[in-house]
């Protein structure tokens, strides 16, 4: 399975709020410069208001609890899930399959703070994590033009008949927290729109979900 | 399913350090006495080398993981799920179905904090998490004394054969990051005894895939 988290809530203080006492306390404490800290809704509220579209940004913990779900899996253990990040601004993170990510929240900024600094993570060595400039479009056209997704139009089926189909596809899901996705071609181009029980779940679920299903159809689990 | 997240890495921060620099900085920063925080391996680390045990503790995030795993999942929403986290000094969180457990990581810890100081959340009206001192035996006993275990030493059935004995049970699974449980009776003398695949997955896993199968079980997915 290969998981594009698409249009995750995941960027930089953006410029227009570097002056804001929110967050300038946060980076002093941190050490680091305003443009170099991930925008949080948890740390950076009060600024946020003064956002566009703020309801949809500033949310790593939905991108850090995705990547747990998918990284420490069974499928993933056995080389068979690979992760693509895309967010809001068209940056695109690959992340190895080796990839062990930080279970801590903290340390899990602080390394993507460090891969927007250095464009991969390590530093030196095999990158367990790569920081592109990529639009949703070319990443998915890049992966083969064909693909899945996650999407509350989708029609209902039983979660075991997935499994398979999921297992070689390319999977999209939605990294943001709230409304539809902005590209709205991923849903009308996509070869095969799932949705999952009644209700809309946060990505972490679906990805649990999917990530499942495909491992039963791989004879994992 | 009732869950019982057992002996999980989750304590205020222990006496015999209250005096390293490494906890006085850090509730410093965050305007508490140093026996009001959690223990966190992420913050504490150089701390905890003075102290017995030290691999298998400090790790909220563990608990965190697990929690967000259960309540958001379509089990919990539908009133199917309930959880109790015991500890490692036996303390047990009472969770409500109905708790919506604070999805970042540091509110999480600022609300188990709030916890272990007024004994329940919110203070006022009708508590979405109550703490009391209760050992493992004495939960496992008032929830009925018959109990299903995840444990590397159980024999490995297909997931999808687990889901409705799992819908139904007290299911308990371990929240420390290494090692064995220390109350060995609880897999001696469990009525089941479950593995999941063919080598150790952390707690938020098993837990993804032990409800997603009672989902499947309830006609959910």
Known sequence: MILVLAESALELVPKEIWNHPAVLADARRRGKRPGEILLDRARHHPAMRLLADAKRRGRPDIVHQVLLAFQYSLLAKRGLGKAYIHTRDDYVIAVSPEARVPKNYNNFVALIEQLFALGKVPPKGEPLMELYRKDLATL???????????????????????????????VVVGGFPHGDFQNKWVVEKAAVVYSLGEESLDAAQVICKAVTAAEVAAGLL
């Open 140 to 170: 998915l056209q890049e992966l083969g033009g064909v693909w899945a997704v996650f999407h509350e139009s989708g029609a209902r089926k039983p979660l075991s008949q997935m499994g398979s189909e999921l297992l070689k596809s390319v």
